[in-house]
């Protein structure tokens, strides 16, 4: 690089203008796609916090969700009976048998919208085994009655979800006692109650939806899965740690996000391109006897062909900051959408990553190198005595 | 000693499927310090001959040997290093980078030699010195006046301290008392820098200070 760098950056001060509609061009697109990859990665943040490396989850095989899964009440029991599984002090196995089903409630703030909300019966153990779970407002629903206590994100996303309402689902009407807070994980999008009292509200008898285990340590997982396994009374379910559970659930989301937004984002950064290319071409129109002069004086092509690329490439790393900064700011914002996996409302924050911001970074840098490279090509390729003819 | 010799030299441009002569069978020699003129119409071709002498073009037929080098058979790196070590510019409008100051206008050849900073800053400040613009070191071209901008770009061509000065109507765009003063300073170049000047100028004043005039006409010397 000969040519002096402030050169380079003396002349996109000068045209102040045209520089700035590049760079808030390139800066949108950058936000966008930023904030893409920023709802992906909140949606497979919050799923996989969701799951704890330290339980298991047994479902149907094959299926994706709690929500199609179903275990009889005989195989449940012969689940409790594998020797890894850890012990409660009182001699009980370390399990939580849950059901869970799907509610309709209306939006806060849609009018005549409903909203899949995820409904899951506990057992006592169910608390313990997520341990990063408080009941922060109200209080804990009575075991045995038709209590319930819904998540954080519910009461900010659903009508008639505060503490002393009452719930009409499954036959009944459902008092909510208090609030919980499970520290921005999935189950924050969850109503939970009793299981018994669910089971009998959503015609669960003898069968749940999944069961939740702790094994006696974590690395007794293969040694479970292997009893598990060799009994050919549970042939019909499958186990699996409840992190790689959840992790798996928010793969297709993630991807379906990334895809999608992708797709649209490249479409928009050709418009961003086709900008940085004009303003580029101006650029070159504009400077073709300091092209020729720089040439005269010894500078060679690829001296000139770099000069206006890093120009290109300045601008487009601009906006690439710029549309980042302001797609930092998306982590402030709550959103939701319905889980494939759950088909229940998922409330997750936008989440920024390092990989997110070198990805944007290049993308920038791309669209930069696309949209400077014809012009700049185009300045280094100036016959010396056609542009000085051009004065 | 010639420093330049252009020996039987053809140059032709294509416009479509026609070839338009605009050199015909050029022969010159320059000495060294010798201050050449070169005069003619418009369109005689003077212009072009100096773009060929200063390796900014290259012949159709013929060699053109400076200081030792045909310049005619080197390739475009070759050329671009050659000028950058043997040849200063002055052109009609001055041609200095408007971005830059006048510092860093004559700056600019040097950053291509392998000088270090402050080296490169000790040759600016000769340079600027010798024509009077020491004071002016940190002035945007806008903010100089026409023959001052020319003074720049003549401390811009020397700085590198080359065999051979061109100058393509060095006095054209300037009033008659900056005319005068630039041509002062391309004769004070030529007697106490011993610097080769070759000039093309329409200019009868201009080509009073010069050694040598050759005159051109339709691609030919008359």
Redesign the interface.
């Known amino acids: 690089m000969k040519i002096p760098l402030k050169y380079i950056v003396r002349n996109l001060r000068t045209r102040k203008l045209t520089t700035a509609l590049t760079v808030t061009g390139i800066s949108l697109v950058v936000f966008v796609f930023a904030a893409v990859l920023m709802m992906a990665h909140g949606i497979q943040k919050t799923l996989v916090q969701t799951g704890s490396d330290e339980n298991v989850i047994v479902l149907r095989k094959a299926a994706t969700a709690e929500i199609t899964s179903i275990i009889m009440q005989d195989q449940a029991n012969v689940v409790q009976t594998i020797p890894s599984i850890s012990k409660l002090p009182n001699g009980k196995p370390f399990i939580s048998n849950e059901i869970v089903a799907i509610i309709n409630l209306p939006y806060s703030q849609k009018e005549n919208g409903l909203g899949n909300v995820t409904v899951r019966g506990v057992a006592p153990e169910g608390f313990q085994l997520r341990s990063n779970l408080n009941v922060t407002a109200g209080r804990m629903f009575t075991w045995g009655s038709r209590e319930i206590v819904v998540g954080s994100s519910i009461k900010k996303r659903f009508k008639g979800t505060n503490i002393g309402d009452k719930v009409k689902f499954g036959g009944d009407e459902w008092s909510i006692v208090g609030s919980f807070d499970a520290g921005g994980n999935g189950f924050d999008s969850e109503i939970w109650g009793d299981q018994i009292q669910l089971a009998q509200a959503f015609g669960y008898t003898g069968a749940y939806s999944s069961l939740l285990i702790r094994l006696n340590n974590q690395n007794s997982f293969a040694q479970f899965q292997e009893e598990f396994n060799k009994d050919l009374r549970l042939q019909t379910l499958e186990v699996k740690r409840e992190k790689k559970f959840y992790e798996e659930q928010s793969e297709d989301m993630a991807l379906f996000i990334r895809i999608l937004g992708i797709a649209v984002t490249v479409i928009f950064s050709l418009g961003a391109m086709i900008g940085a290319m004009i303003t580029m071409y101006a650029a070159v129109s504009n400077r073709t006897v300091e092209i020729g002069t720089l040439r005269a004086l010894g500078f060679r092509r690829m001296n000139v062909l770099t000069a206006f690329l890093i120009e290109s490439l300045s601008i487009s790393l601009f906006g690439g900051m710029i549309g980042l900064f302001l797609a930092s700011f998306l982590q402030f914002f709550d959103i939701s959408m319905i889980n494939f996996g759950s088909f229940a409302e998922l409330a997750f924050k936008f989440s920024l990553s390092p990989s997110i911001i070198l990805n944007s970074f290049i993308f920038s840098v791309m669209m930069g190198f696309v949209g400077g490279f014809l012009p700049s090509v185009r300045a280094s390729r100036l016959k010396i005595v056609n542009a000085l003819r051009s004065s | 000693m010639s420093i330049v010799n252009v020996k039987n030299v053809f140059k032709s441009y294509w416009r479509d499927s026609m070839e338009i002569p605009v050199l015909r069978n050029i022969s010159i020699e320059v000495p060294e310090g010798e201050f050449l003129g070169l005069m003619g119409p418009s369109g005689s071709g003077k212009t072009t001959l100096l773009?060929l002498i200063?390796g900014?073009?290259q012949p159709t037929k013929g060699s053109i040997v400076v200081a030792g080098t045909d310049v005619a058979k080197l390739n475009?790196?070759q050329l671009?290093?050659w000028?950058?070590?043997n040849v200063g510019?002055v052109?009609?409008?001055y041609?200095l980078?408007?971005?830059?100051t006048a510092f860093?206008n004559v700056e600019?050849?040097l950053?291509?030699s392998k000088l270090s900073k402050k080296e490169r800053k000790e040759h600016v400040e000769f340079a600027l010195k010798v024509v009077g613009l020491e004071d002016r070191i940190k002035h945007y071209p806008k903010q100089l006046s026409g023959g001052q901008e020319q003074r720049v770009a003549i401390a811009?061509a020397i700085v590198t301290d080359p065999t051979l000065l061109i100058a393509d109507e060095p006095t054209g765009d300037l009033d008659k008392t900056s005319a005068e003063e630039i041509l002062k300073l391309l004769v004070q170049l030529n007697t106490d820098f011993k610097k080769t000047i070759v000039m093309v100028t329409h200019d009868p004043r201009a080509a009073e200070r010069a050694h040598t005039i050759k005159h051109l006409d339709k691609g030919e010397l008359t």
């Open positions: 773009n200063a900014i073009d475009e790196s671009a290093k000028r950058a070590q510019f052109f009609q409008f041609n980078l408007p971005v830059l860093e600019l050849p950053l291509l811009r």
